[in-house]
C-alpha cells in the first residue's frame, strides 16, 4: 500500500515514478540512519520513522496518507484458500481474535501498554517516545504548516470489514504500473479472494454485527472518483501509467484469500 499510494501521489504531482525518481526498498529501521547520512533523498514508511527523523531534526513530513487518501486500508489478514476451505472454524476463529486484538489497540486506556510492547526489542526496538498513537503534532513539522496526522485506525465503523471496490482498486494500481495484466475476470477474483462472509461471521459471533460499512465512492485527494463498475476506463483517464495489459487469470492451485484487518 505505501508504494501505491507514493507512486498515485508522484504521478498526481505530474511526476513519473519509473522514470523521474529511483524507488528503492529498504528496511524502515534504516530510513532515518538513510536520510541523515544522505544516501537517499526521502522516504515513505508508517510510523514511528516520520517522527523520528522530525524529532532527531533530519526531516519533515512532506504529506501523510490521510491526506493521499483518507481511511485507506493498511494491513490485511491473508491465508490460503485451501486452508481456509479445510479449517472454516480456524479461519473465523482467527478473525475474531484480530478483531478483538483490533479492539483493544482502539482503547486509549490501553495506549502506554502498547507503546512499550512495540518499544521493546522484541518489535521496534526503539525509544518509546517515538511511538505517538495520539495526535504528534508538536513532534512533526513541514515545510507550510503542520500537517493533518494520521494514525492507524484500529476498531470502528468502516475499519475492519474487507471492501471488494478497495480490492478492485488496488488491482487497478497495479496494472497501472505494470506489477500485473488487469485481470479480464476481475469480479470471480474478487469474489474468491475478499472473503466478506468470514468477516461478517467472526464480527455476528462476537457480537458486534452493527459494525457500518463506508460505501461511499473511492475518491484520493486529486478528486478523481474511483468507478468501480468501470476500472478500464478508470485506468484510461490517468495521464501517467505504464502500457497495461489484460489477461485472464485462472485460479488453479493454491489461493489466497484476504481479509483486511484494519
Not at 146 to 168: C, D, K, Q, W
Not at 216 to 225: H, S, W
Not at 235 to 242: A, P, T, V, W
Amino acid at each position: 500500500m505505501h508504494n501505491i499510494l507514493l507512486r498515485y501521489w508522484l504521478a498526481a504531482g505530474g511526476i513519473d515514478p519509473d522514470r523521474d525518481v529511483q524507488l528503492e526498498t529498504i528496511p524502515p529501521a534504516q530510513m532515518v540512519a538513510d536520510l541523515k547520512a544522505g544516501t537517499i533523498d526521502g522516504y515513505c514508511v508508517g510510523e514511528p520513522w516520520n517522527i523520528r527523523a522530525a524529532m532527531e531534526g533530519v526531516g519533515f513530513t512532506a504529506a501523510t496518507d490521510l491526506e493521499i487518501w483518507q481511511g485507506h486500508p493498511g494491513k490485511v489478514l491473508g491465508v490460503r484458500e485451501d486452508w481456509a476451505n479445510t479449517y472454516p472454524n480456524s479461519h473465523v476463529a482467527l478473525v475474531k481474535a484480530l478483531l478483538e486484538a483490533c479492539k483493544y489497540c482502539a482503547d486509549a486506556a490501553n495506549h502506554e501498554d502498547i507503546r512499550q510492547l512495540l518499544a521493546s526489542r522484541q518489535y521496534l526496538s526503539t525509544n518509546p517516545e517515538y511511538i505517538q498513537l495520539g495526535n504528534p503534532d508538536h513532534y512533526t513539522c513541514n515545510l507550510e504548516a503542520s500537517v493533518e496526522y494520521a494514525h492507524h485506525l484500529f476498531f470502528g465503523e468502516g475499519m475492519n470489514r474487507p471492501s471488494r471496490t478497495e480490492h478492485l482498486w488496488m488491482m487497478t494500481q497495479m496494472a497501472r504500473w505494470g506489477n500485473i495484466p488487469f485481470p479480464r475476470n476481475w469480479v470471480e477474483i474478487l469474489e474468491r479472494v475478499c472473503r466478506v462472509g468470514v468477516f461478517s461471521t467472526a464480527a455476528r459471533e462476537l457480537g458486534i454485527g452493527d459494525i457500518k460499512y463506508r460505501r461511499e465512492a473511492i475518491k484520493l485527494f486529486d478528486g478523481i472518483t474511483f468507478d468501480s463498475e468501470d476500472p478500464i476506463n478508470y485506468l484510461n483517464q490517468l495521464q501517467i501509467k505504464q502500457n497495461f495489459t489484460m489477461a485472464e487469470v485462472h485460479l488453479d492451485g493454491i489461493r489466497s484469500p484476504i481479509i483486511p484487518a484494519a
